[in-house]
């Protein structure tokens, strides 16, 4: 069974920044796609950023363009999602997940495995 594991979460002013690391063990999963979800209290489990398999393409949720970016880094097996000029709407548990359907999908339900969770908290 394959395991993520995400860390870097933390509090941290509006306009700050912060980098999520998601790292894989037991299993490699340089094959899967690989996103970011993010679930505020309340609310819908989201989509926030995906990157393909080899890195080359990358995908963001409107909400977050311009100030997050994914990354991957196959080697060690880690994904990072690097985040600036935070905004206290970013407030979340973010979520590491890993897709075998070929695909950079929005959709939760696509995701084959799940990390544990990380919370940022963005305070004004």
């Known amino acids: 069974q394959g395991q993520l594991v995400e860390s870097g979460g933390g509090l941290v002013q509006a306009g700050g920044s912060l980098r999520l690391s998601c790292a894989a063990s037991?299993?490699?999963?340089?094959?899967?796609?690989m996103g970011w979800f993010r679930q505020a209290p309340g609310k819908e489990r989201e989509f926030v950023a995906a990157v393909t398999w080899s890195g080359g393409r990358t995908y963001y949720a409107d909400s977050v363009k311009g100030r997050f970016t994914i990354s991957r880094d196959n080697a060690k097996n880690t994904v990072y999602l690097q985040m600036i000029s935070l905004k206290p709407e970013d407030t979340a548990v973010y979520y590491c997940?890993?897709?075998?359907?070929?695909?950079?999908?929005?959709?939760?339900?696509?995701?084959?495995?799940w990390g544990q969770g990380t919370q940022v908290t963005v305070s004004s």
């Open positions: 037991e299993r490699p999963f340089n094959s899967y796609y």
């Open positions: 997940a890993a897709t075998g359907h070929g695909i950079a999908t929005i959709d939760p339900k696509d995701y084959d495995y």
